[in-house]
């Protein structure tokens, strides 16, 4: 699978790796200074062609794994995110829609329900059973 082609006309510049950072920011709830490794990561993400709209897709996406506790909550750790393919995978699978892979069978029809006085005696085999056991038991 390839990774998006960076779009045309759309510089990775100062102004939108600080915009990605700010976004992120804002939908985690942290507040990470942007240092110049943070920002190396930026660059990297932004220039596969990834946009501020697809970090928004991702970050919703794991933070609903984490609320069902099928992630991480290092998943949102910043250098675990701007890895360009666990961005990558992340985006695809937040956009996979699950199908069916054959229509729905109904289920069989259960089996007649058997007459009372065959239930009862069953029910009373079964009560006779478990009396010899904990009689073995004592």
Not at 36 to 51: A, N, P, S
Request: hydrophobic share 35%; aromatic share 6%.
């Amino acid at each position: 699978m390839s990774q998006p082609a960076p779009p045309s006309g759309s510089p990775v510049d100062a102004v939108a790796i600080g915009q990605a950072h700010q976004l992120y920011c804002q939908l985690t709830g942290q507040s990470l200074r942007l240092a110049f490794d943070r920002e190396r990561m930026w660059y990297e993400v932004l220039r596969l062609g990834y946009t501020p709209e697809d970090l928004r897709t991702v970050i919703a996406y794991l933070q609903r794994e984490i609320r069902a506790q099928r992630r991480n909550v290092g998943a949102l750790k910043l250098s675990n995110l701007l890895q360009p393919d666990r961005f990558e995978e992340d985006l695809q699978i937040s956009r996979v829609r699950l199908k069916l892979t054959s229509p729905i069978q109904p289920t069989p029809p259960s089996p007649p329900a058997m007459p009372a006085h065959e239930q009862q005696q069953g029910r009373q085999r079964a009560l006779d059973c478990l009396r010899q056991i904990k009689a073995a038991l004592r």
